[in-house]
């Protein structure tokens, strides 16, 4: 039997994207309508901005840990958390967690490191591109990072609370994006990291000047990579 994976969510949408991509590659892996069992569980995003905009990560570990209770207690052999800004809590939710964990900037680490990037964007949430979470996974594998300039990193988070995690994909949006990875290109970036779980909806590789890694859908192949690989022994 498949691994049965647990979903520690976050915002709406980065989650319904990296569980409709578990289902989908799934079926391909693994026979038509296929995938293996998911538990998914989800505190209202308000709780979580509210210790994030005080930078209480405790708080934030806390909610991280109850939602991981939650999907062992139904049966969950494993955690992934669809959402980059929270895994500043990692470890902390980890350390109490009854389960193992997946950490989603190391996935993207690896997937940077196979594709032989040499400099990666990291756009996200503020909180995401001043904060640690990509530069600890990033050194670990000797991969150079930039992010916006300051300019770039406060509209970029504006359009994140704003439009993305409500569903809201417009052409402007899309447009500004583009021009800051060109701008991230120019400094010599070779690919960007799509580290906030929403970015894939809106900025695609057809839109993109760089190279994209797409946070989402690397980590929901990553989770279904673990869950099947025992089936397939």
């Known amino acids: 039997m498949a691994k049965h994976i647990g979903i520690v969510a976050c915002s709406a949408e980065g989650a319904s994207l990296c569980y ?22 989800t505190h ?5 901005i509210r210790y994030i905009e005080v930078g209480d990560w405790d708080g934030v570990a806390n909610l991280m840990s109850s939602s991981a209770e939650k999907v062992a207690r139904a049966g969950a052999d494993f955690a992934i958390c669809p959402d980059n800004t929270i895994h500043q809590a990692y470890d902390q939710a980890v350390e109490k967690s009854p389960i193992p964990w997946l950490h989603i ?31 600890a996974k990033l ?15 406060a509209r970029i988070n504006e359009i994140i609370f704003t439009e993305l995690v409500e569903g809201r994909f417009t052409y402007e949006s899309r447009d500004y994006f583009a021009k800051a990875i060109d701008r ?3 400094r010599g970036c070779d690919a960007v990291v799509l580290g906030c779980t929403e970015i894939p909806l809106l900025v695609t590789p057809e839109t993109s000047l760089l190279p994209t890694l797409d946070s989402t859908r690397l980590l929901a192949k990553a989770a279904l990579k673990i869950a099947i690989e025992e089936e397939s022994r």
């Open 20 to 41: 409709r991509s578990i289902c989908q590659e799934g079926a391909h892996l693994m026979g038509k309508y296929s995938h293996p069992e998911i538990t998914m569980h």
């Open 184 to 186: 991230l290109k120019n």
């Open 44 to 48: 209202p995003l308000s709780e979580y």
């Open 105 to 135: 900037a190391e996935v993207v680490a690896a997937e940077a490191k196979r594709k032989k990037y040499k400099c990666l964007g990291v756009l996200g949430t503020r909180w995401l591109m001043e904060g640690p979470v990509y530069p």
């Open 139 to 153: 050194a670990a594998s000797e991969l150079p990072h930039m992010i916006p300039e300051p300019e770039d990193r």
